[in-house]
């Protein structure tokens, strides 16, 4: 990107391109560690189960939002889920994960009780509907991210 | 089967903890309007300081108004150009790293900043080349260096990139 302002033709009116960084680092913290951890070395994808409420949340969290039970049940749950919301965007943005258009869902996976955030891939805006079958895709090279789920493709 | 030392076990299980990253530039864009158009312009086009003058209590402004901050009227087209000497009437040595708000990049560390009384009389704040403190003193006089590369220049007032020691 051009660090310099334009000129607009025909007029004394300058277009100043700035930007800004905002460097942020976090730490995942014990249970989102070990979730990520488990993306990237076994490509599981885990939630914690309250003993309480008998509900698993994906992605793993330490406490239940309702009862406040600790929770130390870790679970697997599937690779495959349904499709409960999306949404598709064409508005490109610096922070997006990939080149528009892109389509972000929220997944229900089987085994779990919570929705799921992520990006559907392979698939027709035009096709999708509330309710599809989706699974989940690797990327090769995992880096202990969430975007270690390439995005949910699909079923059949 | 051998016993597993307690030792070894809990350092076979000792968690990882992933730390998470962020720093993507978030680009935008402003329109700088007609008459800090024009403060731009000149400052590129022509390395001159410009600034416009109030018809009615003829003071200078600058950043260049639309409507006069003292008298509330409007300033019109009358531009004066700035004399680009001047004389340090207070520094502060900056040892702190600053950030640039328009690209988040560093400053370069250590550069004093300092009011300059022009010499029409017009204070204006900027960077001297002096980076030794020694050297400082209120009073020196001071002389305006641009950006040589033409391509790099548009940026309004860091278009000037510090002010240069002169004997006079």
Known sequence: MSKVTEKLEGMNVWIYHGQIYIPNIYSAGAVGSRFLVGLRDKKRIMGTRCPTCNRVYVPARSVCKDCFSQLDEWIEVSHQGTVLSYSVCHQPNPVQPVETPLVYGIIQLDGADTGFVHMLGEVDPEQLRVGMRVQAVFKEERVASILDIKYFKPLG | ?168
């Open chain 2, 1 to 168: 089967m051998a016993r597993e030392s307690p030792k070894k076990k809990a350092k076979e299980s000792k968690p990882e903890y992933i730390q998470v990253a962020f720093n993507t530039p978030r680009p935008y864009n402003w329109s700088t309007g007609k008459y800090l158009g024009k403060f731009y312009a000149e400052a590129k086009e022509n390395r001159k300081i410009v600034g416009n003058r109030c018809p009615k209590c003829k003071e200078i402004w600058l950043q260049p108004t639309v409507v006069c901050p003292k008298c509330k009227v409007d300033m019109g087209w009358d531009w004066v150009q700035l004399p680009q000497t001047g004389t340090v009437t207070q520094y502060t040595y900056l040892v702190y790293p600053l950030w640039d708000p328009h690209y988040g990049e560093k400053w370069a560390n250590p550069y004093p900043s300092a009011m300059i009384l022009l010499d029409n009389g017009f204070y204006y704040r900027a960077f001297l080349e002096e980076t030794d403190k020694d050297k400082l003193r209120v009073g020196m006089r001071v002389q305006a260096v641009w950006k040589e590369d033409y391509e790099e220049r548009g940026q309004g007032p860091a278009d000037i990139l510090y002010f240069r020691t002169i004997e006079d």
